[in-house]
């Protein structure tokens, strides 16, 4: 099957960007010593976190409970890290049965989720792992005499392990409050043998922070908008696309597509020359300047040759986690041939 | 089964306001004799569809053929319009299957969409009625002269019926444009049997342009923020919501609930005092200021008595119709009773 026997919007992927980023940054991570924690996210589909666990992982990475409840069923759920506050009787008690089948370590940044956990732990019977979050903007504790308070409190849990610290994101000048925190856990006799970073505009500088012993990134395997900008993936490095059909040219500047946010997700980009949603891979002076749902808006007034009606076109996503989770497969792609179509296994999956 | 038995994030319908806004504005077009052809695409589920032909809708709406098909297939199409300039071979054959099973209404802006239609119809062997689309800035003909023109085209190709026009949105300030294309049409002897406006923020201001004869709206029936900031829809009017938990509170005025754009979608609403990205019923003063993927963050600095971790709140988003497309079931309730599950059963059709 040929990528031109496809109908539009269909989300695709190609394999050889795919796996030239997954060398690029295993490598990377490999080379520095830091062991590299996929977030499956971005993809949510098994298909590309077994690919991501042979390329080295050191296990994955889960925002949810339901995300890794579906990456164990299929055998790619080893050593999960959860980097959330779980928060609630039915989620602590998929939590418990979830630490009876697999290594599971989990994030908390609260007196309140730490006794969650630590009940947890004693009824479930299994140990739960648990790294504290420092504050970077999002969730975590807001300092070291806060983070040691809550890993004594974790020691005092049975059940609970207290496996060290994460942040979100950790760009090289979050190094000196990382070094805060661990410094105050030594004075205080707690392990750390966890350091974990993240986000994938902060993976390639992750050696200017030494004390990571571990890396959560998304991302860096598809690319994306805000990368290609940024400069660390080429075009041919944004492997994952939305294809689409030019269904209309209402003016002569003007071309609507058949992916709109329903396709890409509502996702904005925005820099100095305005608003976009999405980068048009064959027309790269066309401004992809809106969407509704299904309805995608295009400026294509630079473009030197416009494209008509019934063109079709790939376009490189804002974000793509958001844009995945729209989709209930992913078309895997080698060129022009079509490889395989993967289901988002972990689509929808926000409990 | 009660509310509070529901884990969080959950999608939630609360079937009073529902069915008031129903009355509402079924009432309204009802009174001024304007057929309401509900858009299905912000709901994606049969079981509101169902109430929305109850309550005498002439036919349905959908945005791609996908939701068309699952319509019919729940018994919910027995006239559909979709005004969408449909492209490519795949679709065509499809379209053409529906049309012998059913009325069906598409849109057209181009003479490349007519003539696919004009095959559609002939080697499908069943007619297919076409609206042409009037340019209100996103898709549709520039002028009344292309208006005929397009018509004159419909006309010659056996298969196809012309039907009238469309137009997106309709606020009254359009009515002189629509007045131009059917004066054009009158002269040149083209029927305009339907003449069909949309869109909910221009629904209740429908009587100001009498040529209408038909209506297209989706969110009248669940309201979102966009609608409460206009004054349209109540809080209780604003039915449909994303029941979320507080996770983490990591300063005194900020909250994290576990829904973000996975749960709302990606959409902003920006007005003069700033952007948001839903409405927490509540704590009205709180601000749903950005979302990550899986963290909704709250600014509660304005709050009384801000929500402590634990707390379950009830998010308005910002627009219903993508925010429906990121979940796999409506929940919905009667006050903190549960009443049904239902599947988004055309959930992620976007072809």
Redesign the interface.
Known sequence: MQLDDL????LILDLDGLDGNLDRYHGYFRQHGIGLRPHI?THKCLAVAHRQLQCGSIGITC??LGEAEVMLAGGAGGDVLIP?????A??LSRLAALARQTRVTVAA??E??VRGLGQAARTGGAPIGVVIEV?CG?????SAAAAVALGQLIQSQPGLELRGIMAMPTPPDIRPRLQEVLAAFDRAGLPHPIVSGGSTPAALTAHEIPELTEFRAGEYCVGGLAHLRRGTHTVAQCALRVLM???????PGRA?V??G???L????YSDASGTCMGHVVEYPEARFVGA????G?LDVSACPEPP???TRVQVIPV?P??CV????EIVAIKGSRIEAIWPVHAR?C??
């Open positions: 109908d539009t919007p269909s996210k925002q949810k959330y506050n779980i928060v609630g039915a989620k940044d609260s309140f989720t504050d999002r969730t975590g504790v807001g059909t030019v269904v209309s040219r209402p003016t609507i058949d992916g946010s329903k396709a997700s509502a996702s904005l509704s749902e299904e309805h808006h008509p009606i019934g974000h986690c958001p989770n729209e989709h209930d929808g926000s409990r």
